[in-house]
Nanobody, 128 residues
Framework: QVQLVESGGGSVQAGGSLRLSCAAS????????MAWFRQAPGKEREGVAC???????????DYADSVKGRFTISRDIPKNTLHLQMNSLKPEDTAMYYC??????????????????WGQGTQVTVSS
């Protein structure tokens, strides 16, 4: 079981930036998906950004429409870390952000019920 630990959350004003990091306890499989999800109070957990890989072993990144152009997902494979650079933050980005690991080949970002391992979450609060 891969253990995930997030860091980098905090409070910022609208228009500001934050960089989230996720450290994995062991090397993640090249056939796995790594992703960021978020959950605001009273709302369902939703995908923010992910890397996934198909049988051809090409890596793809995908983003929720609400964050495209503002957030960038990146991965440092030798260090087993995942990052999420968040720019131009909006109050509606306020949520608990979770790192996720899902085994297997994918043709899209995994959905919450499909995730194998979750981090404990890091809070992001954006004030107007």
């Amino acid at each position: 079981q891969v253990q995930l630990v997030e860091s980098g959350g905090g409070s910022v004003q609208a228009g500001g930036s934050l960089r989230l990091s996720c450290a994995a306890s062991s090397a993640t499989s090249s056939s796995a998906s790594m992703a960021w999800f978020r959950q605001a109070p009273g709302k369902e957990r939703e995908g923010v950004a992910c890397f996934y890989s198909g049988p051809g072993r090409d890596y793809y990144a995908d983003y929720a429409d609400s964050v495209k152009g503002r957030f960038t997902i990146s991965r440092d494979i030798p260090k087993n870390t995942l990052h999420l650079q968040m720019n131009s933050l909006k109050p509606e980005d306020t949520a608990m952000y979770y790192c996720a690991y899902t085994r297997g080949w994918w043709t899209r970002c995994p959905r919450p019920p499909e995730v194998n391992s979750w981090g404990q979450g890091t809070q992001v609060t954006v004030s107007s």
